[in-house]
């Protein structure tokens, strides 16, 4: 089965900390995609990448940037945590045939 | 830009029919659509390529119309497990998906 783990279940930070958000997938995908659930709007797609060291913004990149060093890592990053980044971030990664495989999500309280 | 769904919630008994819409202002090449329970990750249903194929799944089919940039899902007969909340997401020329804000999908005995 395809995995997508997402390092921290749940975070709390401060105001003004930097923070990570580690995903790892074990099946060699390409495509990888970082989004925030927050209700009432959805699933917004923060960064996205298609290869190593490639990546895109997407509809709502301000305040974030991503890593990805490796093919199975994507790392979504928060250079000063706000409050209004407290959310559900969930990382995913996209199969050959196009079905985007999930990780369990990750909830960020900012305070 | 995220598509559009309609409606945004449904309430349903057990072996009734829904249907679920998304629209897109923007030409696409791909929709794929997920249900997502409570305290749990989105799970993937369906995808409809560029072409206006449609798909089924069990009693869960979908259609695409790519001149109306819309798509729309059908579930049938109704289970209590289709409860939950279902997203469109919408595919263009590069590698970007981007998905609606959701329909709740309530279905009770």
């Known amino acids: 089965d395809v995995k997508v783990t997402q390092s921290s279940r749940y975070l709390v930070k401060r105001t003004g900390e930097k923070v990570f958000l580690e995903c790892v997938q074990d099946?060699?995908?390409?495509?990888m995609f970082w989004y925030r659930q927050d209700p009432g709007l959805g699933l917004r797609l923060i960064y996205f990448?298609?290869?190593?060291?490639?990546?895109e913004k997407g509809d709502i990149p301000e305040g974030y940037s991503v890593s990805r060093e490796k093919k199975e890592r994507f790392s979504l990053i928060l250079e000063s945590a706000s409050t209004n980044q407290t959310s559900m971030y969930l990382c995913?990664?996209?199969?050959?045939?196009?079905?985007?495989?999930f990780g369990e999500g990750s909830r960020l309280t900012v305070l | 830009q995220q598509p559009v769904q309609s409606p945004q919630a449904v309430i349903l008994r057990e072996g009734e029919d829904a249907v679920i819409n998304c629209s897109s202002s923007k030409a696409l090449y791909s929709v794929h659509w997920y249900r997502q329970k409570h305290g749990e990750a989105p799970i993937f249903l369906m995808i409809l390529l560029k072409g206006g194929e449609q798909k089924g799944h069990d009693k869960i089919s979908a259609s695409f119309n790519e001149k109306k940039q819309q798509s729309s899902l059908y579930l049938t007969a109704s289970q209590l497990s289709y409860s939950g909340t279902y997203f469109c997401g919408t595919g263009g020329s590069n590698y970007k998906l981007t998905f609606g804000k959701g329909t709740l999908l309530t279905v009770n005995p």
């Open positions: 990448s298609y290869d190593v060291k490639m990546k």
């Open positions: 995913a990664s996209k199969s050959s045939t196009g079905e985007l495989f």
């Open positions: 099946m060699d995908h390409e495509n």
